[in-house]
């Protein structure tokens, strides 16, 4: 899985917990499927190595290699 671009929303302070929450959406390309977007909430320590960004975006990338991510490919049934 190879991630193309990442963008940031929804980021919160939870200072009850010290953690940052973020909706990430990672455009990714995996072989022999076309570009599709994975968008995860997840969190991370407001104290860490790194920037924050990097982490949150790391951590979401974690996430959709894992195969915990939603599979956005397939069609929403009502």
Do not use: C, H, Y
């Amino acid at each position: 899985m190879v991630i193309l671009d990442a963008d940031l929303s929804r980021v919160r302070r939870d200072r009850d917990f010290g953690r940052i929450e973020a909706l990430v959406s990672l455009w990714v390309k995996e072989s022999g499927r076309p570009v599709r977007p994975i968008r995860l909430t997840t969190n991370v320590p407001i104290r860490g190595n790194g920037p924050i960004r990097a982490r949150l975006i790391q951590d979401a990338a974690a996430l959709a290699s894992s195969g915990l991510a939603p599979d956005t490919s397939l069609p929403r049934v009502a």
